[in-house]
């Protein structure tokens, strides 16, 4: 029967688009996303086709900031897995992982569930100094407050407030509660 399809050329070629191969094995990304952008030797495939591939300026950040958006309730053991490695496994919890190929591989596979921010660093790197002045915000900002102020500026703004506090023209709780029941009566 394939015989007499195969003798005319428009029937031939009609059947053999109707017939589907099965491929087996591993599917390779490169024939498989045929809409990727490279830029920098990095493929990108962004959602929307307008979307443009954000601009890298300098270094790629060397910390991110993962936030676990998804519930772990129905997830396989292996996702599961890697969400508790990472220190994902509570709920509302923040990872800062470090920006390295092993961790990259399992952010990869779990990207579904978590959000990835890079930390930027607005008024540069903290020190060992800093941690007790460094905090991080939702956006993956890191901000460092570094102390402007010397020790005897300090002191100077204490006794300063002292004075103040002391001055006998300074109008206290008593005197205010009798101005403003005096206002109150006679308001004219």
Known sequence: MLKVFQKSTLLGEQLKA???????????KKFLYKDGILKD????????NNREVPALDGEPSKL??????KPIKGLPYWEKRILRGLGLFEKNAVAVVKNIPENNARLWKV???VEI???????????????ERTFLKENGECVV????EAAEQANTKLAAAEQVRHARERMDGETLRKDSRLKWLNPW
């Open 117 to 131: 921010l890079p930390i930027t660093y607005k008024y540069g790197e903290p020190t060992e100094n800093d941690i």
């Open 145 to 148: 407050i570094h102390k402007l």
């Open 111 to 113: 990207k579904h569930l």
């Open 41 to 48: 030797q990095i493929y990108y495939y962004p959602r929307d």
């Open 18 to 28: 109707l017939v589907s191969v099965r491929h087996y094995g591993k599917p390779n």
């Open 64 to 69: 991110f900031s993962v936030r676990r958006l």
